[in-house]
């Protein structure tokens, strides 16, 4: 009885602020007000109409998609050297891509912010891109070695035998199996990075204004309810991007959760 008590208090502990930001988001007035006393969309019109707003969030899903493709790619190389070679250094390098999310992130933000800075890339969107890329590495490195893993010697000998070279095995049989934690690990990158204000903020400080860096500038400098729109969006992109991968995959089961026997 206990446990569920707690349980329903945590619920209600998080979905309460949801709720409170849906009602401003669709409210008439300019202030916070909630319950809404009139409903109207005209934050969503202005979220989706002010150029502003709309090159925030299109600055946003450029990094993010950007991001996850570097991400994806370099766990997908790293991960498939270390399959063919399994070795001890292959696991120590495998560790050290554990690194970023041992940090935190402060440290990492500010260790890039010098880094681009001395090379004079301080302030550009590919900067960002870059960095969002190699810090969010580990989540897709974790999730393509489970594909990896399910990957027995006998598929290799198989094709081996069958005179398959190692980019026929690869593009044939390597590949169409792992592309479920290839697909995982993209979003959830992509989701990472499209949330993302620390790091994105000290490299580029506000010369790249992604979403979350508009979001903080609209509630310092002159607080308006577009603001509740624009974090509801954030709500309904993050929903998108998972139901499409639990729709193609089995979500909880790439991510580590036990099969449902």
């Not at 446990?3 to 401003?24: E, K, S």
Request: proline residues 5%; glycine residues 6%; neutral net charge.
């Amino acid at each position: 009885m206990k446990g569920r008590l707690f349980l329903f208090v945590l619920l209600i502990a998080i979905v309460l602020p949801f709720i409170v930001v849906a009602g401003v988001s669709i409210g008439e007035s300019k202030t916070i007000t909630f319950p809404p006393t009139e409903f109207s969309l005209r934050w969503y019109s202005v979220l989706f109409s002010e150029p502003e707003w709309l090159s925030a969030m299109g600055i946003s899903l450029l990094i993010a998609f950007s991001a996850a493709m570097i991400s994806v790619s370099v766990a997908l190389v790293v991960n498939y050297v270390l399959w063919r070679m399994n070795t001890r250094f292959s696991r120590f390098t495998f560790a050290l891509g554990l690194g970023p999310f041992m940090l935190p992130p402060i440290i990492l933000a500010l260790g890039a912010s010098l880094f681009w800075a001395e090379v004079g890339w301080y302030g550009r969107i590919e900067a960002t891109i870059i960095s969002h890329g190699i810090f969010l590495v580990t989540l897709p490195l974790v999730i393509i070695a489970r594909g990896f893993s399910n990957l027995t010697d006998d598929i290799v000998e198989a094709a081996t035998i069958m005179g398959a070279s190692p980019w026929q095995l690869f593009i044939t049989i390597v590949l169409p199996l792992i592309t479920p934690y290839l697909l995982t690990g993209f979003v959830l990158v992509a989701i990472l990075s499209f949330n993302e204000y620390l790091v994105a903020n000290m490299i580029s400080g506000f010369i790249v204004e992604t979403l979350p860096i508009k979001i903080f500038n609209n509630v310092r400098y002159g607080y308006s309810p577009v603001v509740a729109s624009a974090s509801m969006f954030f709500v309904a992109v993050t929903v998108a991007a998972l139901l499409l991968i639990a729709r193609s995959t089995d979500l909880l089961a790439l991510l580590g959760a036990p099969k449902k026997s």
